[in-house]
Every structure is written in C-alpha cells, then in structure tokens.
C-alpha cells in the first residue's frame, strides 16, 4: 500500500491540528495503520494506530487523552485529530500499515508515508 501524509504545519500551543493519511493502490482493509513521530535528535516514537477491521484504536503515553485516530472506509483515510497541543509535540509525523502483530511496533509496518512536520509554537 503507498502512503500519502498530510495536514501538518504550524500551530500554536493549545491549538489543534488533523493529519490523514491517504491509501493507494490498495485499501486498509486487513491491516493495521498507525502513526510515529520524529522529534529533532530523537528516536521515533508511537502515537496511536488502528486497527482497520474493527476501528480499534491504541494510543501511546504521548496522545491519550488528546489525540483520536479514526478510520474513514469510504475515503481510504485514516486521521489522527490532535488537540491541545504542546511544543513537546513538534516532529515529523509518519503513517505506517501493515499487518502486525505488535500494533506498537515499528519495526512490524511494511509502509510508510513521506512524513509531515508538525511544529507547534509556545
């Protein structure tokens, strides 16, 4: 499945952005899609994922409680809603499938998007 992300940009704290990530070539259905980010000198970290066959989603310590991932059938999109925001948030924001075992394991997703920089301002 290729991967198109999107949504990022710049925001101020307490402010809220959505990020979707785009399937083509082949639908979710079967997979798991999840989102990781990237902070400048940092290793990459999970965010949240779903689970397409029953729209289950995950969240990491990072996201609960602000974040919501959810997945559109007829658009072949999934979003990750990101509200108040903090400065600890700026990174790149990538969207990953696959079928996996461990839905928090990157090393499991096979697909991956071209990432989108979220910057957020204090």
């Known amino acids: 499945v290729q991967l198109q992300a999107s949504g990022g940009g710049l925001v101020q704290a307490g402010g809220s952005l959505r990020l979707s990530c785009a399937a083509s070539r082949r639908t979710f259905a079967g997979l798991a899609v999840a989102w990781f980010r990237q902070a400048a000198g940092k290793e990459r970290e999970f965010v949240a994922a779903?689970?397409?066959?029953?729209?289950?989603?995950f969240y990491g310590d990072s996201g609960k409680g602000r974040f919501t991932i959810s997945g559109d059938n007829a658009e072949n999109t999934v979003y990750l809603q990101m509200n108040s925001l903090k400065p600890e948030d700026t990174a790149v924001y990538y969207c990953?499938?696959?079928?996996?075992?461990?839905?928090?394991?990157?090393?499991?997703?096979?697909?991956w998007g071209q990432g989108t920089l979220v910057t957020v301002s204090s």
């Open positions: 990953a499938a696959g079928q996996v075992t461990s839905i928090t394991s990157m090393r499991e997703y096979d697909s």
């Open positions: 779903v689970r397409w066959s029953d729209n289950s989603p």
